[in-house]
């Protein structure tokens, strides 16, 4: 088969996308519409080229869409819990029924392999709708008993905050998109989603199948746009609570920003996270979860481990089995299933993670891969070949910055106290892992990680059932879990008096 005969079916193939696109660029008012502000071309990583457009949400699209989040949270507020729990269990079934056609659209504007999109990112969505849809429907407040008078009494309720904003990441656009907007819903909130720019198009498929479940309109709205028009969304003093999934960075904006207005913010931000490898550790395991911990979605994870602590005892033999495995990984065309690494998710993300993989010898040993490799049909994606560099001091960059590419940064140690004070030697405080065999040992070092999520022989497993978030600079509140209902709800205490008081005045 020759070269020119590839390319053109590879050409051939990436116009058979248009029919996943959603017919509009913001989703307002229970509609689809087309737009008029400026336009922007979205484009597929994997080949560099345009797929799509969207127009960027203009002031009044902001105006239209915070009035008819007004009236629609006013509907919503009010709707029984059991009927607001059977449409986003409604919602849940309409992803799973298109799982296929939404995970394409999720590779096509992220590059992500089809591989992880059709069993992670759309199906990790429905779950989250599926369980809130659960906790929605139980939720209450509580009756207080106290010694007041004349056997006076009180109970809390919950009640939403009003009109909630996300602001998304481009890594995993609709699994951001649930994790906010399903339990801002299911506690009787309005909310509005403006996915990063890179990655516009799968929260309006949510948008639709939240339309089609039954949502009042207004309920989820999406614009789309830059940094600019998030930050009208969060200065707005309509707007009652924020949760960006993005850079410290933005995350310290926001709250800057946040604070004009007294808002309630969450912020899931950036990592450099440790994962630390016993020498009891399972050899395998450990290395597959190291390799899970840097190189799923192209090491464009925040929770990833790029910091793997070794002990000496192991090092050799971790060292062989890592390298073997990595650099069997099947990289190419991110939709074809077979594919396990797909490109990075744009050409300004390749500069910064490429000028990190060139630095990499100088700051230690390389012990493979960080090549751009050429793929076939695909000249003009953002590749990269997953890395692997043995550093002996903590403090170079590689071992110190969030690169959010493919690069695992490999250290050694043996002894314990020192290996959790290294750990802990970061600003940031997402997650961690540990791979032992030794029960005592593996609950004792957990506790003594500073991190918000970890993981004890496993890695990079996120159930929604258990709250996510991170300690230090990389964020402020949870998602998921009962917590997530706690930050989309407020307490309000009532005093209910059984008789007269005595009198006082
Ligand atoms: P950014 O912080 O650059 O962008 C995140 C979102 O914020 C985008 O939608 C962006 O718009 C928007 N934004 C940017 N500036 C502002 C502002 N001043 N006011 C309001 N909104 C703004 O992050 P990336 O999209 O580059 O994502 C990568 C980062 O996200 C990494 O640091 C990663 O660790 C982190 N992340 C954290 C996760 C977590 O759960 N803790 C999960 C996934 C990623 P635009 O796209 O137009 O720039």
């Known amino acids: 088969m020759c070269f020119s005969w590839l390319a053109v079916k590879k050409m051939a193939k990436s116009k058979q996308w248009s029919h996943l696109l959603p017919k509009g660029s913001q989703f307002i008012d229970g509609k689809l519409v087309s737009g008029d502000g400026d336009t922007h071309e979205v484009i597929y990583p994997a080949t560099g080229e345009a797929f799509g457009t969207v127009h960027w949400a203009h002031d009044d699209e902001i105006a239209q869409a915070i009035d008819a ?9 009010n709707t029984p819990l059991a009927e607001r729990a059977d449409i986003l269990r409604e919602t849940a079934r309409l992803l799973r029924e298109q799982n296929r056609e939404i995970a394409e659209l999720e590779t096509l504007d992220t590059g992500k392999a089809l591989q992880e999109t059709l ?18 429907a139980v939720q209450s407040g509580e009756q207080v008993s106290f010694s007041g008078e004349a056997g006076d009494w009180g109970y809390t309720r919950r009640e939403p905050l009003g009109i909630c904003v996300g602001i ?26 403006k996915p990063a720019e ?12 939240y339309r089609d479940a039954g949502l009042p309109d207004g309920v989820f ?3 789309q746009g830059d940094g600019a028009v998030g930050a009208k969304l969060v200065a707005h003093r309509q707007v009652a609570k924020v949760s960006l999934t993005g850079e410290t960075a933005t995350g310290t904006k926001i709250l800057k920003s946040a604070a004009d207005t007294i808002k309630n913010v969450t912020l899931e931000l950036g990592g450099k996270s440790p994962l630390i490898i016993f020498e009891d550790a399972d050899l395998d395991e450990a290395v597959g979860g190291a390799m899970l911990a840097n190189f799923y979605s192209t090491g464009q994870v925040c929770s990833n481990a790029t910091r793997v602590f070794v002990h000496e005892a192991i090092k050799d033999k971790f060292i062989n089995k890592l390298v073997e495995r990595t650099v069997a990984l099947k990289i190419g065309d991110p939709m074809d299933e077979e594919t396990q690494v797909g490109p990075l998710a744009s050409a300004q993300h390749f500069k910064k993670v490429t000028a990190y993989l060139d630095d990499a010898p100088k700051q230690g040993k390389l012990l493979c891969g960080g090549e751009v490799p050429r793929i076939e049909g695909f000249e003009g994606g953002y590749w990269v070949r997953p890395m692997i560099v043995e550093v002996e001091d903590d403090r170079v960059p590689i071992a110190r910055e969030e690169v959010f590419g493919p690069l695992l940064t490999l250290l050694t140690f043996s002894d314990e106290d020192d290996v959790v004070n290294r750990a802990n030697a970061t600003g940031y405080g997402l997650a ?13 070092v957990i506790a003594r990680l500073q991190a918000g999520t970890c993981w004890i022989n496993a890695y990079n497993l996120t159930p929604i059932e258990l709250p996510f978030g991170g300690y230090k600079q990389s964020g402020i509140g949870r998602e998921n879990g009962k917590q997530a209902m706690d930050a989309y709800s407020q307490i309000k205490s009532v005093y209910v008096a059984m008789g007269p008081r005595v009198r006082t005045y």
């Open 119 to 136: 069993v992670v990112d759309i199906i990790s969505g429905a779950q989250c709708l599926e369980y809130f849809a659960a906790q929605g």
């Open 168 to 193: 998304g990441a481009w890594n995993y656009p609709l699994q951001i998109a649930c994790w906010k907007s399903a339990p801002a819903l299911a506690c009787g909130n309005a909310f509005i989603f």
């Open 198 to 209: 890179l990655t516009p198009y799968s929260a309006l498929r949510l948008a639709q199948a």
């Open 221 to 223: 709205q999406v614009l």
């Open 432 to 444: 961690a892992g540990i791979y032992t065999n030794d029960l005592t040992r593996a609950h004792r």
């Open 69 to 77: 989040a007004q009236k629609g949270y006013e509907i919503w507020r």
